[in-house]
């Protein structure tokens, strides 16, 4: 029991700690698709196999708000903003990171 509460509370220091991120940085499938500065709003869309993912940038957050994969679960993953954090609709390949000063992660060991 007492390694599972220190583990819990070394992922929530490492969650926590992370920066807020400066750029959105956008991929449809292997190719970079979309970039701009976190605090900039838009409303980009993206188009997968499925067809068109919406991706809005509002307040310094960014959050997927429609897509045509069958469960939906880019949109229940809410807003993001912080410095690795990440959304992805992987049935229509769309990938949403959040990069800030320091990326010592890139995209797989997130």
């Not at 880019?74 to 320091?102: K, W």
Request: charged share 20%; hydrophobic share 45%.
């Amino acid at each position: 029991i007492l390694f599972l509460f220190l583990l819990v509370t070394v992922s929530l220091w490492f969650s926590i700690g992370r920066s807020t991120g400066h750029l959105v940085v956008i991929y449809e499938g292997e190719r970079l698709a979309f970039t701009a500065p976190l605090s900039q709003d838009r409303h980009i869309a993206l188009q997968g196999p499925l067809g068109e993912t919406q991706v809005e940038i509002i307040a310094g957050k960014v959050r997927v708000i429609s897509s045509p994969c069958p469960r939906k679960i880019c949109i229940g993953m809410g807003e993001v903003h912080r410095s690795g954090d990440l959304l992805a609709c992987v049935p229509n390949l769309v990938i949403v990171r959040i990069e800030g000063e320091e990326s010592t992660y890139d995209l797989l060991s997130r």
